[in-house]
């Protein structure tokens, strides 16, 4: 019955290009997976990088790090890449010729390194402030304290949270659409268009972003296992 209804065929048919649906389909998850591990990278470093800087006692960094955060975090995402991309190069002149893939990347880490840093200001938070005492107590200087006390520690009970982020960011590259990224969407909008087959083309995408997803979930959650301390809540005996 299915058979009638999805007309599988489709995607072995050539695009007129040389190629059939199925290589160009694969091609496109390959662009989403790009964007979102180059924009995973910008988040995490950028996100990290800020999340410490608005817990840091000098109140300049702070307010740089709060006014990051409020600015992509409360503008959509979908207008910050249309800035990228068409507005920064104008500005920029320099900019002109970066492609639209890297526009993107830092446009998707940028949004959700505001995310992040949201993350791990609540986590070094919830620490007990006899943490960064003991670094002080041992020696430490405040860089050493947040290197091998604080941010070990944090990571551990933010990245349950983290993994939420890294899942949403595979959903959420599929704006680089709107910049002429050949990524899924892009290619469900224009192979349906092609084809006349819609209901193939976008059900094939949504199959391939949830095992994207599903996939970055159960590593994550691999990885997780890993972490966990010993005698800690949630760990395994």
Do not use: C
């Amino acid at each position: 019955m299915l058979n009638n209804i999805f007309q599988w065929k489709i995607f072995l048919q050539d695009t007129g290009g040389g190629e059939t649906y199925f290589h160009w389909l694969m091609t496109a998850w390959k662009w989403t997976l790009l964007v979102s591990g180059l924009g995973w990278i910008v988040a995490v470093f950028f996100g990290i990088t800020i999340g410490i800087m608005r817990t840091l006692p000098n109140r300049f960094l702070k307010t740089i790090g709060n006014l990051w955060t409020d600015l992509f975090k409360n503008v959509p995402l979908l207008v910050q890449i249309f800035i990228w991309y068409h507005v920064i190069p104008t500005l920029f002149l320099s900019l002109r010729n970066v492609s639209s893939l890297t526009l993107v990347v830092f446009g998707l880490g940028f949004f959700t390194s505001s995310r992040i840093s949201e993350l791990v200001k609540a986590g070094i938070e919830s620490l007990p402030k006899g943490q960064q005492q003991a670094g002080t107590a041992l020696g430490l200087t405040p860089f050493q304290t947040y290197r091998y006390i604080i941010i070990p520690q944090t990571l551990r009970i933010i990245f349950p949270p983290l993994t939420s982020e890294a899942m949403s960011i595979i959903k959420n590259s599929s704006v680089a659409f709107a910049v002429s990224v050949s990524e899924l969407t892009m290619f469900a909008l224009q192979a349906g268009e092609e084809t006349a087959k819609n209901i193939e083309m976008f059900f094939a995408v949504t199959v391939l972003y949830f095992i994207s997803a599903y996939a970055v979930n159960h590593i994550a959650k691999f990885v997780e296992n890993r972490m966990r301390i010993p005698g800690t809540q949630g760990s395994q005996r």
